[in-house]
């Protein structure tokens, strides 16, 4: 049962535009919901968080939206850059459980110029 | 933030051997844990090593297969057992600190042949 979903196993943008990587849940105790990117070879780095009591939260070019009602997140990148090519995970918890992390199959971000 | 090593980064093992992976903190932390993430699939909980007691697992993975300790708080190690080709994955080491986000190490990617 995949409680966390990334629907989209790639995504290729061009330099510049706005990159838009999903994510949906099932699991309704989820309240606290992170995104990491990750290059080959190193372990996934940390990007951003939310909280299930906001609906968006922003740090320089990421932005992160959360619609609980629809069970969704959305990571917005603007502008994309070359540099931001990995592979980006959501990963959910329920705060109070020791902080174990449920996590998406992970996009595939390709920036081209 | 936190600064993780893992040993080995890499390795190709033979099928019924074991494999011990350690994970080295520059800090103390209280929760450790262990990931794995299988060709093309999501970072999956294995377990959560805290000092001083049992490590607890997730569904799906016993204490035999994948024994851990955690000497103290900077210090953890995994042992993957009796070997199988179907344990070729990434395992990863992640700490995490109260109301901080979780932190990686670069990972160890097993081959088994």
């Known amino acids: 049962d995949q409680q966390v979903k990334q629907n989209s196993p790639s995504l290729s943008v061009q330099e510049g535009r706005i990159s838009i990587l999903n994510c949906d849940y099932t699991?309704?105790?989820?309240?606290?919901f992170l995104w990491y990117k990750k290059y080959p070879a190193e372990g996934p780095t940390f990007l951003i968080s939310i909280s299930s009591i906001k609906d968006k939260n922003e740090d320089g070019r990421f932005t992160v939206f959360l619609n609980k009602s629809a069970k969704h997140l959305s990571l917005h990148i603007v502008p994309s850059q070359p540099g931001d090519s990995a592979v980006y995970f959501c990963a959910a918890s329920i705060t109070g459980t020791a902080s174990k992390l449920t996590f998406g199959t992970g996009t595939r971000l390709q920036v081209t110029l | 933030s936190a600064v993780i090593s893992q040993k080995p980064s890499r390795d190709i093992c033979q099928r019924g051997t074991s494999l011990t992976i350690q994970c080295q903190v520059d800090?103390?932390?209280?929760?450790m844990f262990w990931y794995r993430q299988q060709p093309g699939q999501s970072l999956t909980l294995i377990a959560t090593a805290n000092q001083g007691s049992e490590a607890t697992y997730e569904s799906g993975f016993v204490i035999d297969k994948f024994p851990i300790s955690r000497p103290n708080l900077t210090f953890s190690t995994l042992t993957v057992s009796n070997m199988s080709p179907e344990d070729s994955s990434i395992y990863l080491c992640?700490?995490?600190?109260?109301?901080?986000?979780?932190?990686f190490g670069q990972g160890t990617r097993l081959t088994v042949v």
């Open positions: 800090s103390q932390v209280t929760m």
């Open positions: 992640s700490v995490q600190r109260p109301d901080t986000e979780a932190f």
């Open positions: 699991n309704s105790m989820f309240d606290y």
